[in-house]
């Protein structure tokens, strides 16, 4: 029972180590092996294609609230000069006078065709911002535990590389199946969260 509790936690420390040093290589920038990271082109892909999404989301909401407030300002600034030349139009009784105060009423009518555009924009950043705010964000997570799946499988396939290394041919069958239980666990961990996409 003891030797069985030891060797649970060696096993957990070389499984942290491994993992740990996975890390480091990530975070460092060092080369990984080129087989596993053309065995990820796959999904790098797709991760490409949700960090653009991500992008454009937060690039779509920042400029239909931009356009609202500048939207807002146009038609404030239109229907004060609409208002103003009606005033000065009233004033002078003169042709000049009614092109004034006709030109007024066009720009205050104007202007309430551009406040008009505020609620199908106001709208629209209303459902942007909930999409961010649910599926982008939910998938943010679903891919940071596909990150943390992929760091631990690396992990493991670094320690496989240097037990391997280690190892005589005899024992060349028990490798084959740890690499293929850890495939499996890791093909499974990632079709678990490829079907949540």
């Given at each position: 029972?003891v030797r069985g509790q030891d060797s649970s936690v060696v096993n ?133 535990r596909m990150e943390a799946a992929r760091t631990e499988y690396r ?6 590389k240097n037990i391997s290394q280690e190892l005589d041919p005899d ?27």
């Open positions: 029972m957990k420390v070389q499984q942290t180590y491994w993992k740990t040093k996975q890390v480091l290589i990530r975070a460092t920038g060092k080369r990984e092996d080129e087989y596993v990271v053309a065995s990820d082109a796959v999904i790098d892909a797709k991760l490409e294609v949700f960090r653009s999404v991500q992008r454009t989301c937060l690039d779509l909401v920042k400029v239909a609230e931009m356009y609202q407030h500048r939207l807002f300002a146009v038609a404030q600034a239109e229907h004060e000069m609409g208002r103003f030349l009606k005033i000065k139009g009233k004033e002078d009784k003169t042709k000049a006078g009614q092109m004034m105060e006709a030109t007024g009423r066009a720009l205050c009518n104007s202007s309430q065709h551009r406040l008009s555009l505020g609620h199908p924009l106001a709208r629209l950043h209303q459902d942007v911002e909930t999409f961010q705010c649910r599926a982008v964000e939910d998938m943010w997570q679903t891919v940071q992990g493991a396939l670094l320690w496989m024992t060349y069958k028990q490798l084959e199946k740890f690499r293929k239980v850890c495939l499996l666990k890791y093909m499974k961990n990632l079709f678990v969260l490829l079907l949540y996409q």
